[in-house]
């Protein structure tokens, strides 16, 4: 059985850091290229930051581009995501998503083609 455990949310004032984190299972971690996704009460799901297969082939939203950093560790089958100087606008609910990829498929920004989801955890920033 497949299963994406989010952790790391929490509260945090403006200007803030949290580090979120991603645990696989069920999977072959190593052929997903997971993403990162945050949904806000009243709006759609949203990109947020993707990492590929291969070492350092990330993609950011605009809006976490120098703030946030995804990583991967294979070995712990764990995605991070590091949120640096957030904001109120960064609260939100976060969910990570895996895509099953071929090795030169870079992660990409659409929700619909992820194949398994988790079930979120929530940030807050207060200013």
């Known amino acids: 059985q497949v299963k994406l455990v989010e952790s790391g949310g929490g509260v945090v004032q403006a200007g803030g850091s949290l580090r979120l984190s991603c645990t696989f299972s069920g999977i072959t971690f190593s052929y997903y290229a997971v993403g990162w996704f945050r949904q806000a009460p009243g709006q759609e799901r949203v990109f947020v930051a993707g990492i590929g297969r291969r070492l350092g082939d990330t993609v950011y939203a605009e809006s976490a581009k120098d703030r946030f950093t995804i990583s991967r560790d294979n070995d712990k089958k764990t995605v991070y995501l590091q949120m640096n100087s957030l904001e109120p606008e960064d609260t939100a609910d976060y969910y990570c998503?895996?895509?099953?990829?071929?090795?030169?498929?870079?992660?990409?920004?659409?929700?619909?083609?992820?194949?398994?989801w988790g079930q979120g955890t929530q940030v807050t920033v207060s200013s």
């Open positions: 998503a895996a895509k099953r990829v071929i090795l030169s498929v870079s992660p990409n920004e659409q929700a619909a083609s992820y194949d398994y």
